[in-house]
């Protein structure tokens, strides 16, 4: 009787074990708040399904009139990270997106909802692929210290633009006309479009100096804009940013504007 | 002249107008530009969530890049519109009636009435959006059953100077106020005012339509990132929200502040702080013994201040609102300012206070559970001679709403509500209570 | 109840360790005899003409041609061998499970062009990504079942990545250069090659079994025949393509 006992207690134990694994998959975590999945069901119904879908795919009835099209979860690849490019984002990147939306496209900032809800969205946005319960989210990425910008910094910045081929999309002027613009897409065959850096200082990932810096280290996955992690060093990343904030007709601080016009 | 304060006054006192409130809105015209369903700013539309109300205080903007016009097909024509066929049932236990039919001189006595059949509402039509990136507008024809007016019509200069707590407008607007009566989740003839904000004591000849109605003016308002901290001061011409400059020439004074805060566990709570000052005219200039439109004068003042909550406990929500109100006492009276000594002996300003309790259960989108109870209470008469609780009333209302689609397209609702009120010393020959009952079922439905 | 729990574990147990054995022995004898098969991937009728690319945009890959580039998603050779087929074992082995190679497989960007065209690997297996050429690309890989992942990198770079999961066979596209498409297969065993120019192919060390082959082609799908290779037997195996 013993062991049936014995065994009885492993099994529960272990289905107990699943039952835990199971469950953190369907959690999220974002500072001190726990997303629930069951509970951002209930607001994904609410606010989200017609345009990413039921099935998280980013087939919404909505998605046919959106351009770029919504994001299809099932894929687990998205655009604003923490984290490298083909790695899974942090659940507070997914939370910083919804509370920011996305420059330029059909999210809105969906930071009217109390910081609970978002934090249940990411985890259920997490429960569409499988790939959040296989996969850890890849190590965030260090943001050193920005520079000051300098014409120095600037004309750097102008030269990798060239060399790094930025201006194959984006445009000799950064308006998003490069001669491979055309022929983009995303991941799911859609026709996407380059940013347009003279559209104003408004970014698809948050605004900042460090935001921009992020996304060249990160890269925009699902999208054509690669990861710059290997191919530039940090200080030529901060001349890369002090380089597009100058494309910018709509720059608000004016600072870098004014170092170039020295 | 004040056409809408006369028409809230009957409705008080005497009751039986229907369609006075068939002007709240979901915005289908808003679904159809981004996509979005109703659900995602309306709690339970016409009921705004703090997503919806954010929108709106954007200046009916997303804010990610995808506003202005310029980004939708150009055959887009931002404009929706409603309408409520229903069926329902209104009865008066005291309604005044001839004592012979027929003969206005046979003398008034009371009897129970009751009247029911199938109806309409009139039709609204919404035309809103954005002319320009950060210029809103919206106009609000109404066609009633019997007339067409223009319940709003406005423009907004939106995030001046790029702060978010820097918007203007200008024209006919619904004031800010703590629930909105353009919102009411209830379409009965009489659960769907809020009495508060239209209540004027007995014998009162305050102009002042109530806080309920559309005004002319300008408003200057603001609010954070998340729509936590809102705050709104328009200032209006004394005319009521009617056109043509019928009453005076003096301005009154809105303000509504509001704060939210998240709770773990419960959700949003909100506390608020509003006040009207206002002046209305107690007598006219006059040709040939009839007023001159717009030259009121003897202008006295009143207000009307309070507090309201907006409490969330999961899936429960809780409106909670107190008014006070205060009538000058020539108003009060009826008196003309130049006419002191025809006040009647002990004749004091109007005091009173009143308040109401609305819950919302809102399992999911497709369903919300409503109930309201509502009352006023006189503290203190005009006229000594006034028995002392003639004018109060309370009102409870239940119902639901039940959104059998979920689109992007278009918005319909099945609605059941009933109603009960009391309004004490309201019968007009016994001067004992008044009690009305209305029940509605019918379909609301916008496109 | 006891004895009927513990006869559960011991069939169990021994199921796990014949599996094991067996996986053992199948590879044992593979080593002794291994069994090969070969052929040739045959285009018939009219092969289609590539059509020319234009690479003008970016100068440092004009430069790096002197007669014009042409596509290369159909390349037949003189006699009719179709090149570019990843050839391999889709159904047949045992479920064991193979170890990637040491060595890595080698995808190189060269003359704006990916050499080779089409790369099959193993799952797991590195691939070395080598830019030669003095622009910059970035190499994109768009998997199904794969993860994305999307990374710039200038001449000289180095570059290691893997795939781990089967997909016959994840795109590879070079936004910078849209003409650059590539293809790389990643099989979960060993057995798989992908046809040469005149449209040949072996697959070499098989163990004794009965397979089914699948040769996969970028445009033209893909083809399966059953075939069973004895101990050391070699065996001639053809696919036939058309449009």
Same mark, same amino acid.
């Given at each position: 009787?013993?062991?049936?006992?014995?065994?009885?207690?492993?099994?529960?134990?272990?289905?107990?074990?699943?039952?835990?694994?199971?469950?953190?998959?369907?959690?999220?975590?974002? &500072?001190?708040?726990? &997303?629930?999945?069951?509970?951002?069901?209930?607001?994904?119904?609410?606010?989200?399904?017609?345009?990413?879908?039921?099935?998280?795919?980013?087939?919404?009835?909505?998605? /046919?009139?959106?351009?770029?099209?919504?994001?299809?979860?099932?894929?687990?690849?998205?655009?604003?990270?923490?984290?490298?490019?083909?790695?899974?984002?942090?659940?507070?990147?997914?939370?910083?997106?919804?509370?920011?939306?996305?420059?330029?496209?059909?999210?809105?900032?969906?930071?009217?909802?109390? #910081?609970?809800?978002?934090?249940?969205?990411?985890?259920?946005?997490? @429960?569409?692929?499988?790939?959040?319960?296989?996969?850890?989210?890849?190590?965030?990425?260090?943001?050193?210290?920005?520079?000051?910008?300098?014409?120095?910094?600037?004309?750097?910045?102008?030269?990798?633009?060239?060399?790094?081929?930025?201006?194959?999309?984006? &445009?000799?002027?950064?308006?998003?006309?490069?001669?491979? /613009?055309?022929?983009?897409?995303?991941?799911?065959?859609?026709?996407?479009?380059?940013?347009?850096?003279?559209?104003?200082?408004?970014?698809?990932? &948050?605004?900042?100096?460090?935001?921009?810096?992020?996304?060249?280290?990160?890269?925009?996955?699902? @999208?054509?804009?690669?990861?710059? /992690?290997?191919? @530039?060093?940090?200080?030529?990343?901060?001349?890369?940013?002090?380089?597009?904030?100058?494309?910018?007709?709509?720059? #608000?601080?004016?600072?870098?504007?004014?170092?170039?016009? #020295? | 002249?004040?056409?809408?304060?006369?028409?809230?006054?009957?409705?008080?006192?005497?009751?039986?107008?229907?369609?006075?409130?068939?002007?709240?809105?979901?915005?289908?015209?808003?679904?159809?530009?981004?996509?979005?369903?109703?659900?995602?700013?309306?709690?339970?539309?016409?009921?705004?969530?703090?997503?919806?109300?954010?929108?709106?205080?954007?200046?009916?903007?997303?804010?990610?890049?995808?506003?202005?016009?310029?980004?939708?097909?150009?055959?887009?024509?931002?404009?929706?519109?409603?309408?409520?066929?229903?069926?329902?049932?209104?009865?008066?236990?005291?309604?005044?009636?001839?004592?012979?039919?027929?003969?206005?001189?046979?003398?008034?006595?009371?009897?129970?009435?009751?009247?029911?059949?199938?109806?309409?509402?009139?039709?609204?039509?919404?035309?809103?959006?954005?002319?320009?990136?950060?210029?809103?507008?919206?106009?609000?024809?109404?066609?009633?059953?019997?007339?067409?007016?223009?319940?709003?019509?406005?423009?907004?200069?939106?995030?001046?100077?790029?702060?978010?707590?820097?918007?203007?407008?200008?024209?006919?607007?619904?004031?800010?106020?703590?629930?909105?009566?353009?919102?009411?989740?209830?379409?009965?003839?009489?659960?769907?005012?809020?009495?508060?904000?239209?209540?004027?004591?007995?014998?009162?000849?305050?102009?002042?339509?109530?806080?309920?109605?559309?005004?002319?003016?300008?408003?200057?308002?603001?609010?954070?990132?998340?729509?936590?901290?809102?705050?709104?001061?328009?200032?209006?011409?004394?005319?009521?929200?009617?056109?043509?400059?019928?009453?005076?020439?003096?301005?009154?004074?809105?303000?509504?502040?509001?704060?939210?805060?998240?709770?773990?566990?419960?959700?949003?709570?909100?506390?608020?702080?509003?006040?009207?000052?206002?002046?209305?005219?107690?007598?006219?200039?006059?040709?040939?013994?009839?007023?001159?439109?717009?030259?009121?004068?003897?202008?006295?003042?009143?207000?009307?201040?309070?507090?309201?909550?907006?409490?969330?406990?999961?899936?429960?929500?809780?409106?909670?609102?107190?008014?006070?109100?205060?009538?000058?006492?020539?108003?009060?009276?009826?008196?003309?300012?130049?006419?002191?000594?025809?006040?009647?002996?002990?004749?004091?300003?109007?005091?009173?206070?009143?308040?109401?309790?609305?819950?919302?259960?809102?399992?999911?989108?497709?369903?919300?559970?409503?109930?309201?109870?509502?009352?006023?209470?006189?503290?203190?008469?005009?006229?000594?001679?006034?028995?002392?609780?003639?004018?109060?009333?309370?009102?409870?209302?239940?119902?639901?709403?039940?959104?059998?689609?979920?689109?992007?397209?278009?918005?319909?609702?099945?609605?059941?509500?009933?109603?009960?009120?009391?309004?004490?010393?309201?019968?007009?020959?016994?001067?004992?209570?008044?009690?009305?009952?209305?029940?509605?079922?019918?379909?609301?439905?916008?496109? | 109840?006891?004895?009927?729990?513990?006869?559960?574990?011991?069939?169990?147990?021994?199921?796990?360790?014949?599996?094991?054995?067996?996986?053992?022995?199948?590879?044992?004898?593979?080593?002794?005899?291994?069994?090969?098969?070969?052929?040739?991937?045959?285009?018939?009728?009219?092969?289609?003409?590539?059509?020319?690319?234009?690479?003008?945009?970016?100068?440092?890959?004009?430069?790096?041609?002197?007669?014009?580039?042409?596509?290369?998603?159909?390349?037949?050779?003189?006699?009719?061998?179709?090149?570019?087929?990843?050839?391999?074992?889709?159904?047949?082995?045992?479920?064991?499970?193979?170890?990637?190679?040491?060595?890595?497989?080698?995808?190189?960007?060269?003359?704006?062009?990916?050499?080779?065209?089409?790369?099959?690997?193993?799952?797991?297996?590195?691939?070395?990504?080598?830019?030669?050429?003095?622009?910059?690309?970035?190499?994109?890989?768009?998997?199904?079942?794969?993860?994305?992942?999307?990374?710039?990198?200038?001449?000289?770079?180095?570059?290691?990545?893997?795939?781990?999961?089967?997909?016959?066979?994840?795109?590879?596209?070079?936004?910078?250069?849209?003409?650059?498409?590539?293809?790389?297969?990643?099989?979960?065993?060993?057995?798989?090659?992908?046809?040469?120019?005149?449209?040949?192919?072996?697959?070499?060390?098989?163990?004794?079994?009965?397979?089914?082959?699948?040769?996969?082609?970028?445009?033209?799908?893909?083809?399966?025949?059953?075939?069973?290779?004895?101990?050391?037997?070699?065996?001639?195996?053809?696919?036939?393509?058309?449009?």
């Amino acid at each position: 009787m013993s062991n049936k006992s014995g065994l009885i207690r492993r099994v529960a134990i272990s289905i107990l074990i699943a039952w835990n694994v199971a469950g953190y998959a369907q959690e999220s975590h974002v &500072g001190n708040l726990v &997303g629930n999945a069951r509970r951002g069901k209930a607001l994904y119904q609410r606010y989200c399904i017609f345009c990413h879908g039921q099935y998280g795919d980013g087939r919404g009835e909505s998605a /046919a009139y959106l351009d770029p099209k919504p994001r299809d979860f099932t894929k687990a690849a998205f655009k604003c990270r923490s984290t490298p490019s083909g790695s899974l984002p942090l659940d507070s990147d997914l939370y910083d997106t919804i509370t920011r939306g996305i420059h330029a496209s059909g999210m809105p900032s969906w930071k009217p909802l109390l #910081r609970q809800e978002r934090a249940d969205l990411v985890a259920y946005v997490k @429960t569409f692929s499988p790939s959040f319960q296989e996969e850890r989210p890849g190590a965030p990425v260090e943001i050193p210290p920005e520079p000051p910008p300098s014409t120095e910094s600037i004309q750097r910045g102008s030269e990798l633009f060239q060399s790094m081929n930025c201006w194959s999309c984006h &445009g000799k002027d950064g308006r998003g006309n490069g001669p491979s /613009a055309v022929s983009l897409t995303d991941s799911k065959g859609n026709p996407i479009k380059p940013f347009d850096f003279t559209s104003g200082p408004t970014f698809k990932c &948050g605004n900042t100096d460090r935001d921009m810096y992020r996304d060249l280290v990160t890269g925009l996955d699902g @999208t054509p804009m690669p990861s710059f /992690a290997s191919a @530039t060093t940090a200080d030529q990343r901060w001349d890369l940013v002090h380089y597009i904030r100058t494309l910018s007709t709509a720059n #608000r601080s004016g600072h870098i504007l004014q170092v170039k016009g #020295r | 002249m004040p056409i809408r304060k006369s028409i809230v006054l009957e409705f008080l006192m005497l009751g039986a107008l229907l369609g006075i409130t068939e002007n709240a809105h979901c915005i289908p015209a808003f679904a159809r530009k981004y996509g979005l369903p109703c659900s995602a700013c309306h709690e339970a539309w016409p009921m705004l969530n703090n997503f919806g109300q954010t929108f709106k205080d954007n200046g009916y903007q997303l804010g990610n890049g995808r506003d202005a016009p310029i980004y939708q097909d150009p055959g887009y024509w931002p404009i929706m519109f409603r309408t409520t066929p229903f069926w329902h049932r209104e009865n008066n236990n005291r309604q005044g009636v001839d004592s012979i039919p027929g003969s206005a001189a046979s003398g008034l006595i009371e009897r129970n009435v009751t009247t029911s059949g199938f109806d309409l509402g009139g039709v609204d039509f919404i035309a809103a959006g954005t002319l320009y990136k950060n210029i809103s507008v919206f106009v609000q024809p109404f066609i009633g059953n019997s007339s067409v007016t223009l319940s709003q019509a406005w423009a907004r200069l939106d995030n001046l100077a790029g702060s978010r707590w820097l918007n203007l407008k200008m024209g006919k607007f619904e004031l800010d106020e703590p629930i909105s009566q353009e919102r009411s989740l209830l379409l009965n003839n009489t659960g769907a005012l809020y009495y508060n904000y239209f209540f004027n004591p007995p014998g009162d000849r305050n102009l002042f339509g109530g806080i309920g109605l559309p005004q002319l003016g300008i408003e200057v308002s603001g609010h954070s990132a998340n729509d936590y901290t809102r705050y709104s001061v328009a200032m209006v011409s004394s005319n009521s929200g009617a056109t043509g400059l019928p009453t005076n020439q003096t301005y009154d004074v809105y303000a509504n502040v509001n704060q939210a805060f998240e709770v773990p566990r419960l959700g949003m709570q909100q506390v608020g702080v509003y006040a009207y000052w206002g002046q209305s005219p107690t007598y006219f200039q006059t040709a040939g013994g009839t007023p001159l439109p717009g030259t009121g004068t003897g202008n006295e003042s009143f207000y009307r201040v309070g507090a309201y909550g907006h409490w969330f406990v999961k899936r429960f929500d809780f409106y909670t609102f107190y008014l006070h109100g205060y009538d000058n006492v020539f108003l009060g009276n009826g008196v003309p300012a130049n006419q002191a000594s025809t006040l009647p002996v002990g004749a004091l300003a109007p005091v009173w206070n009143g308040g109401f309790v609305e819950g919302h259960y809102n399992p999911t989108p497709r369903w919300v559970f409503i109930s309201k109870y509502e009352l006023t209470r006189m503290s203190r008469q005009a006229n000594p001679l006034l028995p002392p609780k003639l004018g109060n009333l309370d009102t409870w209302t239940v119902g639901y709403r039940w959104y059998p689609i979920m689109s992007t397209r278009a918005g319909l609702a099945w609605t059941q509500e009933y109603s009960h009120i009391a309004n004490v010393g309201a019968a007009p020959v016994s001067h004992l209570d008044e009690i009305r009952d209305s029940y509605l079922m019918g379909f609301d439905f916008d496109f | 109840m006891q004895s009927r729990y513990s006869v559960l574990i011991i069939s169990i147990t021994a199921l796990v360790y014949s599996v094991a054995v067996l996986g053992v022995r199948t590879t044992a004898s593979a080593a002794d005899s291994p069994a090969s098969i070969s052929g040739e991937v045959k285009f018939q009728g009219t092969p289609p003409k590539p059509t020319r690319i234009d690479v003008s945009q970016d100068p440092l890959c004009a430069k790096a041609h002197s007669t014009p580039l042409t596509t290369e998603d159909i390349l037949v050779g003189p006699d009719g061998g179709l090149a570019n087929v990843v050839v391999y074992i889709s159904d047949g082995l045992s479920t064991q499970t193979f170890q990637p190679p040491q060595q890595p497989a080698v995808l190189e960007q060269k003359g704006c062009q990916y050499k080779p065209h089409v790369l099959a690997v193993q799952s797991n297996q590195k691939i070395n990504i080598i830019n030669s050429d003095e622009t910059t690309h970035n190499i994109h890989p768009s998997p199904v079942n794969n993860r994305e992942w999307n990374m710039t990198q200038p001449h000289g770079m180095p570059l290691e990545k893997s795939f781990a999961r089967e997909e016959v066979a994840v795109p590879v596209k070079c936004n910078v250069h849209p003409w650059m498409k590539g293809y790389i297969a990643v099989l979960k065993n060993p057995y798989f090659a992908v046809s040469d120019k005149e449209g040949h192919f072996s697959l070499k060390d098989l163990p004794p079994g009965s397979y089914t082959i699948t040769a996969w082609q970028e445009k033209l799908g893909t083809s399966v025949q059953k075939i069973t290779v004895g101990a050391g037997e070699n065996k001639t195996l053809d696919f036939t393509f058309k449009q």
